[in-house]
């Protein structure tokens, strides 16, 4: 299985901040990558699909890079609403898909 | 909109049985690959099985093979999760998901999920 690390596990921001956060792929998986956003007690929600495209109806201030190994998904001008847990996905071992452990945004 | 709605969790005992289901809305059911993700409490999250729409190729997660089975009946929008042999490792909120694009796959949109209570 591909394994996907986070960095870091939790970290807390203030309004108007930009975050970034990164995730690692145990292998090459070019930009096999998606983000997504999970609130408390709510689903998972796609942010970033292809390591840097926008999902519809995202907010344009979420941002994603990367390929290959390596991969951050950006937050500038942080919202109080962005509180939540980011997750990376790989989906280039599809069906087999693994995701990070996950990445809990505090506001400050 | 498009919609998925999970159902039949619930507190089993382990080595027991439970079978959830999700219903999809909003979209043509029959043409989505579809996927069973959980998330045990406070953890991350865990692909556990997807079917093609057709139901021609079906996958499980190592942790579930062989105890659990993935179905669908498109005829009634409809997805399956059979879950034999339960563990205390089980307990999870299950999640449905949609397969939507091509490379990359991803998942969208996820239901809210049903709650897995395996103990004694």
């Known amino acids: 299985d591909i394994q996907m690390t986070q960095s870091p596990s939790s970290l807390s921001a203030s309004v108007g901040d930009r975050v970034t956060i990164t995730c690692r792929a145990s292998?090459?998986?070019?930009?096999?990558l998606n983000w997504y956003q999970q609130k408390p007690g709510t689903a998972p929600k796609l942010l970033i699909y292809?390591?840097?495209r926008l999902q519809s109806g995202a907010p344009s201030r979420f941002s994603g890079s990367g390929s290959g190994t390596d991969f951050t998904l950006s937050i500038t001008g942080l919202l109080p609403e962005d509180r939540a847990t980011y997750y990376c996905?790989?989906?280039?071992?599809?069906?087999?898909?693994?995701f990070g452990q996950g990445t809990r945004l505090e506001i400050k | 909109e498009v919609r998925l709605a999970e159902s039949g969790g619930g507190l089993v005992k382990p080595g027991g049985s439970l079978r959830l289901s999700c219903e999809g809305s909003?979209?043509?059911?029959?043409?989505?690959?579809m996927y069973w993700v959980r998330q045990a409490p406070g953890k991350g999250l865990e692909w556990v099985s997807s079917?093609?729409?057709?139901?021609?190729?079906?996958y499980y997660a190592d942790s579930v093979r062989g105890r659990f089975t993935i179905s669908r009946d498109n005829t009634k929008n409809s997805l399956f999760l059979q879950m034999n042999n339960l563990r205390d490792e089980d307990s999870a909120l299950y999640y449905c998901?949609?397969?939507?694009?091509?490379?990359?796959?991803?998942?969208?949109?996820w239901g809210q999920g049903t709650l897995v209570i395996v103990s004694s």
């Open positions: 996905q790989q989906s280039y071992n599809t069906p087999r898909t693994t």
């Open positions: 292809d390591a840097s």
């Open positions: 079917i093609s729409s057709g139901s021609d190729f079906i």
């Open positions: 998901a949609r397969e939507v694009g091509t490379s990359p796959h991803r998942f969208d949109p």
């Open positions: 909003g979209f043509i059911f029959s043409s989505y690959n």
């Open positions: 292998q090459d998986i070019k930009t096999y």
